[in-house]
T-cell receptor, first 115, second 111 residues
Framework: EPEVTQTPSHQVTQMGQEVILRCVPI?????FYWYRQILGQKVEFLVS????????KSEIFDDQFSVERPDGSNFTLKIRSTKLEDSAMYFC?????????????FGSGTRLTVV | GESVGLHLPTLSVQEGDNSIINCAYS??????FIWYKQESGKGPQFIID?????DKRQGQRVTVLLNKTVKHLSLQIAATQPGDSAVYFC??????????FGPGTRLSVLP
């Protein structure tokens, strides 16, 4: 069964440092997403991406965040200057279509710890 | 703003019993709903979905019920097993929009 792959599984970084979280969506999917989940809390939407541009973003996704699809397979989330409150699980998801027959396929996540 | 919420944050059931996990949603325009299961250290995993033109859908050991009148969604798990222990999220979608997740219910299966 096709999977969404995320690397690394766990990243520890110092406050103020830049981090890049990497994702390889399912190959025939067209819509890509980043969500985050602070420990013990619900999954929160960050950003959606389609046709090489951001289609929607939440208020969490401020100027410190950016996304990129540098080639035909990778989808990255960059946090320019990490803060303690950025510590969370970050999930990448992809979807073949936006129609109601298509839910997300999530990756296993990257646990980001900012110290 | 509109949101998805859950009535019970934790649920403990005996192995072999049936489990019912509830979810309330407030966006009357939502027309597609999914239940996700999240095991410790893993990403959410699709369990079952339902469209707003249906009120019931069954899968293997799972049933989702949708009551649009009261904006309520439930997930029923038959003969709950230890492997069902996880956090369960409902998520709603308004066609073409992003999914909004509820806060989650932790299901603990007791031996």
């Amino acid at each position: 069964e096709p999977e969404v792959t995320q690397t690394p599984s766990h990243q520890v970084t110092q406050m103020g440092q830049e981090v890049i979280l990497r994702c390889v969506p399912i190959s025939n999917h067209l819509y890509f997403y980043w969500y985050r989940q602070i420990l013990g809390q619900k999954v929160e939407f960050l950003v959606s991406f389609y046709n090489n541009e951001i289609s929607e973003k939440s208020e969490i996704f401020d100027d410190q965040f950016s996304v990129e699809r540098p080639d035909g397979s990778n989808f990255t989330l960059k946090i320019r200057s990490t803060k303690l409150e950025d510590s969370a699980m970050y999930f990448c998801a992809s979807r073949r279509d936006r129609g109601n027959n298509y839910g997300y396929t999530f990756g296993s996540g990257t646990r980001l710890t900012v110290v | 703003g509109e949101s998805v919420g859950l009535h019970l944050p934790t649920l403990s059931v005996q192995e072999g019993d049936n489990s019912i996990i509830n979810c309330a949603y407030s966006n009357s325009a939502s027309d597609y709903f999914i239940w996700y299961k999240q095991e410790s250290g893993k990403g959410p995993q699709f369990i079952i979905d339902i469209r707003s033109n249906m009120d019931k859908r069954q899968g293997q050991r799972v049933t989702v019920l949708l009551n649009k009148t009261v904006k309520h969604l439930s997930l029923q798990i038959a003969a709950t097993q230890p492997g069902d222990s996880a956090v369960y999220f409902c998520a709603e979608n308004n066609y073409g929009q992003n999914f909004v997740f509820g806060p989650g219910t932790r299901l603990s299966v007791l031996p």
